[in-house]
C-alpha cells in the first residue's frame, strides 16, 4: 500500500485543529452549536488554505449527535463522515461533472430525506467551473432549497460565479496561512514523524509554500524523501534551485558598484547551478523591501528574512534606489516567461539596472508607455501624388531596388529621461482639506476595497499591491482616499507623479475604484486628527480640497509606413 501523504494524514480533523482562518472557525463552530446553520455556504480563497477541510468538518458537525462538541469524533456519523462513507454527505468536483445533467441529478436527489444524519450536505469544489446552464440550475434550488439539506460551494475564483449565487450564500474569505503558523505546524509534524528539521528550513519551506498549508506538507513530505528524514536549509536550496540571502545581497552590491564583470560570472553560475530565476527574483524583492523596513524605523523585529546584520550591511543603498530596482525587477518578472532563455533576460535586467546614470530614472511603467509620441515625418526622395480621401492608406513596398541612401536624414529626437523629482509632503492645512471631504460611507467601501489587494497580486500588478500593503485608509471621499502609511519612503512613493498616475489607473482600472491617492505619515496623521477636532469645534475648518483625476493617456498607433521606416532607418527608405 502507498505511503499516505503528510497532508492527508494530518487534514484536520476538529475545529480546533484547524491552522489559521480564525474567524471563520469560530463563526461555523457559533452557527452550528447555536442550531443557526444557513442553507448555503461559499468558501473562496487560495489554494490548500483549508476550505475543503472546513466544507467536510461543517458537513460533519451539522449531522454530529453532540452539537455541544460537535463534531464530537466518535458517535456513529462522525465516524461515517471521517471515513468518507455517510450517505448524506456528498462531494462533488465541478471540474468534472461540469453539465447541467450532473446538477439536475444533484437536485433530484436533494429532494429526499436524509438517510441517517439529521441534513444531507453537498460539497461542490471547484464550482466556478460548472457551465453556465449548471449554474442556472443551481441557481434556482439555492433560491429555494429543499428542507434540511446544505450546500457548501468551494472557489479559488469567485470572480468567475453568478453574482446571483454569491448573494444566496454566506460567504467566507478564506486568506494565506501566515508563515509563522505554517513554521509551527511543520515542526509539530516533523515531531511527530521523526523528522530532524532546523527551525530555519521549516520556515523557508513556509515561505515557499506561500501561505498554503497542503503546498507546505507536499514540500515536507518530498525534503523527507530526498534527505533521509532530515532536513536543512541546504538540502531545499539544492532541490529547489533557491540561493542564499547572502549571494543576494552580493548580486545587489554588483549592481549597485556597477561591476559588471561580477555580475555576468554571479549570473551564469545561477544559471549552472540550476537555480530558479522566477523565485530568485522574488527573493531579490522581498530584500530590498525588508531593508527599507529596516533603514526607516530601526526596528529588528520587523525583519523576516533579514537578519539585523545583513540589514546594516545594506545601509549604503538608499530606500528611493530600493524601491526603484524593487520597481524594476517587477517589471522585469512579466518578461521571464515569455523570453527563450530566463537567464538573458535576467542578466540584461540587472545590468540596465546597473548601467543607469545616479538621479536619473527611464520609465518604462505603463503610464510612461502610454504617452503619445510624435512620429517623425518621412524623407523621400521625391514628391508624392495625395491619394484620394475616400482611398484607405496601403502600406509602402520595400525592395532591394527601392533603397537609397538619403542624404539628408531627419533629426532623431532625443531620447527624454524622467527624473524622479522631491516630493514635498502634504502641509497639515492639505490634509484637514482632504479630511473635509470624507465620510464614513466611502470609508467603509474602500476598506473593503483594500482587503482584496492580495486577489489582485498579478505579475503585472505586484508592484501596486506591495507598496498600497503598507498602508491603512485614513479617510475617504467620493473621489480620493487619504492612506497613511509607518515609513516615509512608501509616502514619498506613492505621493510622487508618475507613481500616483500610475496607482490611479490600476485603482480604476483593475480595483474599479476612481479616487485619486494621498499619502501621509502615520504621525501626521495623528497631528492632523487632533487639529480637525479642535479646529472643527472652533469652525475654522477649510474648505474641501478640488481634486482633479488624472486624464487618461491613448497611445497613438503606428502606421504601417512608420514601422517600415522605424526597422530599416528613414535614411534607407523610398517611398513608392
Keep these: 500500500?502507498?505511503?499516505?501523504?503528510?497532508?492527508?494524514?494530518?487534514?484536520?480533523?476538529?475545529?480546533?485543529?484547524?491552522?489559521?482562518?480564525?474567524?471563520?472557525?469560530?463563526?461555523?463552530?457559533?452557527?452550528?452549536?447555536?442550531?443557526?446553520?444557513?442553507?448555503?455556504?461559499?468558501?473562496?480563497?487560495?489554494?490548500?488554505?483549508?476550505?475543503?477541510?472546513?466544507?467536510?468538518?461543517?458537513?460533519?458537525?451539522?449531522?454530529?449527535?453532540?452539537?455541544?462538541?460537535?463534531?464530537?469524533?466518535?458517535?456513529?456519523?462522525?465516524?461515517?463522515?471521517?471515513?468518507?462513507?455517510?450517505?448524506?454527505?456528498?462531494?462533488?468536483?465541478?471540474?468534472?461533472?461540469?453539465?447541467?445533467?450532473?446538477?439536475?441529478?444533484?437536485?433530484?436527489?436533494?429532494?429526499?430525506?436524509?438517510?441517517?444524519?439529521?441534513?444531507?450536505?453537498?460539497?461542490?469544489?471547484?464550482?466556478?467551473?460548472?457551465?453556465?446552464?449548471?449554474?442556472?440550475?443551481?441557481?434556482?434550488?439555492?433560491?429555494?432549497?429543499?428542507?434540511?439539506?446544505?450546500?457548501?460551494?468551494?472557489?479559488?475564483?469567485?470572480?468567475?460565479?453568478?453574482?446571483?449565487?454569491?448573494?444566496?450564500?454566506?460567504?467566507?474569505?478564506?486568506?494565506?496561512?501566515?508563515?509563522?503558523?505554517?513554521?509551527?505546524?511543520?515542526?509539530?509534524?516533523?515531531?511527530?514523524?521523526?523528522?530532524?528539521?532546523?527551525?530555519?528550513?521549516?520556515?523557508?519551506?513556509?515561505?515557499?509554500?506561500?501561505?498554503?498549508?497542503?503546498?507546505?506538507?507536499?514540500?515536507?513530505?518530498?525534503?523527507?524523501?530526498?534527505?533521509?528524514?532530515?532536513?536543512?536549509?541546504?538540502?531545499?536550496?539544492?532541490?529547489?534551485?533557491?540561493?542564499?540571502v547572502e549571494e543576494k545581497i552580493a548580486l545587489l552590491k554588483d549592481i549597485q558598484n556597477k561591476d559588471f564583470a561580477s555580475l555576468i560570472t554571479r549570473i551564469q553560475s545561477y544559471e549552472e547551478k540550476g537555480i530558479d530565476l522566477s523565485r530568485f527574483t522574488d527573493?531579490?524583492?522581498?530584500?530590498?523591501?525588508?531593508?527599507?523596513?529596516?533603514?526607516?524605523?530601526?526596528?529588528?523585529?520587523?525583519?523576516?528574512?533579514?537578519?539585523?546584520?545583513?540589514?546594516?550591511?545594506?545601509?549604503?543603498?538608499?530606500?528611493?534606489?530600493?524601491?526603484?530596482?524593487?520597481?524594476?525587477?517587477?517589471?522585469?518578472?512579466?518578461?521571464?516567461?515569455?523570453?527563450?532563455?530566463?537567464?538573458?533576460?535576467?542578466?540584461?535586467?540587472?545590468?540596465?539596472?546597473?548601467?543607469?546614470?545616479?538621479?536619473q530614472v527611464i520609465y518604462t511603467s505603463a503610464s510612461a508607455a502610454a504617452a503619445p509620441t510624435v512620429q517623425p515625418k518621412p524623407v523621400v526622395s521625391s514628391p508624392l501624388p495625395q491619394p484620394a480621401k475616400e482611398t484607405a492608406p496601403t502600406a509602402p513596398s520595400v525592395s532591394a531596388s527601392s533603397v537609397v541612401k538619403n542624404s539628408a536624414p531627419a533629426e532623431e529626437p532625443a531620447e527624454k529621461h524622467v527624473e524622479i523629482q522631491p516630493v514635498e509632503p502634504l502641509t497639515e492645512e492639505e490634509i484637514l482639506s482632504i479630511l473635509v471631504l470624507c465620510n464614513k460611507t466611502e470609508k467603509v467601501k474602500d476598506e473593503n476595497t483594500w482587503a482584496m489587494l492580495k486577489n489582485y497580486a498579478t505579475l503585472e500588478n505586484r508592484k501596486y499591491t506591495t507598496l498600497l500593503a503598507g498602508t491603512q485608509i485614513a479617510g475617504s471621499g467620493p473621489d480620493c482616499i487619504l492612506v497613511r502609511a509607518g515609513t516615509n519612503a512608501i509616502v514619498k512613493r506613492i505621493n510622487e507623479k508618475n507613481m500616483n498616475r500610475e496607482l490611479y489607473n490600476f485603482l480604476k482600472n483593475t480595483m474599479h475604484t476612481d479616487k485619486v491617492l494621498f499619502a501621509i505619515s502615520d504621525a501626521d496623521f495623528k497631528s492632523a486628527v487632533k487639529a480637525f477636532m479642535a479646529r472643527n469645534k472652533e469652525g475654522t475648518l477649510p474648505e474641501g480640497k478640488h481634486i482633479e483625476k488624472y486624464q487618461e493617456i491613448v497611445e497613438i498607433q503606428e502606421t504601417p509606413q512608420d514601422k517600415v521606416l522605424k526597422l530599416f532607418g528613414k535614411e534607407n527608405v523610398e517611398v513608392v
Excluded at 450546500?151 to 496561512?177: E, G, H, N
Design 283 to 359: 527573493g531579490l524583492i522581498d530584500l530590498l523591501k525588508e531593508n527599507v523596513i529596516y533603514q526607516n524605523t530601526k526596528k529588528a523585529e520587523l525583519l523576516k528574512t533579514l537578519t539585523k546584520e545583513q540589514a546594516e550591511s545594506m545601509s549604503d543603498m538608499s530606500s528611493d534606489t530600493c524601491l526603484h530596482v524593487a520597481e524594476k525587477l517587477m517589471d522585469a518578472k512579466t518578461r521571464f516567461k515569455t523570453a527563450s532563455n530566463a537567464a538573458s533576460a535576467f542578466e540584461v535586467t540587472c545590468l540596465a539596472i546597473a548601467a543607469e546614470k545616479p538621479q
Design 1 to 244: 500500500m502507498a505511503k499516505l501523504a503528510l497532508y492527508q494524514k494530518y487534514r484536520s480533523q476538529t475545529f480546533e485543529e484547524v491552522i489559521g482562518q480564525e474567524y471563520i472557525v469560530r463563526s461555523i463552530r457559533n452557527a452550528v452549536r447555536e442550531n443557526k446553520v444557513g442553507h448555503a455556504y461559499l468558501f473562496c480563497g487560495p489554494r490548500g488554505t483549508g476550505k475543503t477541510t472546513m466544507a467536510r468538518l461543517l458537513a460533519k458537525a451539522v449531522n454530529c449527535e453532540h452539537p455541544e462538541k460537535a463534531p464530537c469524533g466518535e458517535c456513529p456519523n462522525c465516524i461515517a463522515a471521517t471515513n468518507g462513507t455517510h450517505p448524506d454527505i456528498v462531494e462533488i468536483n465541478a471540474a468534472n461533472e461540469t453539465s447541467v445533467d450532473n446538477i439536475r441529478e444533484l437536485i433530484d436527489r436533494s429532494t429526499l430525506a436524509p438517510m441517517q444524519g439529521k441534513h444531507k450536505v453537498y460539497i461542490i469544489d471547484e464550482v466556478h467551473q460548472l457551465t453556465s446552464a449548471a449554474s442556472s440550475a443551481l441557481l434556482k434550488t439555492l433560491e429555494e432549497p429543499p428542507e434540511n439539506v446544505i450546500f457548501i460551494l468551494a472557489t479559488t475564483d469567485p470572480q468567475k460565479l453568478l453574482p446571483t449565487i454569491i448573494s444566496r450564500c454566506q460567504r467566507y474569505d478564506f486568506t494565506k496561512v501566515k508563515t509563522s503558523q505554517i513554521k509551527d505546524h511543520l515542526l509539530d509534524i516533523a515531531q511527530k514523524e521523526n523528522i530532524y528539521m532546523d527551525p530555519d528550513a521549516a520556515e523557508m519551506i513556509a515561505v515557499l509554500a506561500d501561505g498554503g498549508m497542503r503546498d507546505s506538507l507536499s514540500i515536507m513530505d518530498q525534503c523527507a524523501s530526498y534527505t533521509n528524514d532530515h532536513i536543512t536549509v541546504k538540502d531545499i536550496n539544492q532541490i529547489y534551485g533557491l540561493a542564499t
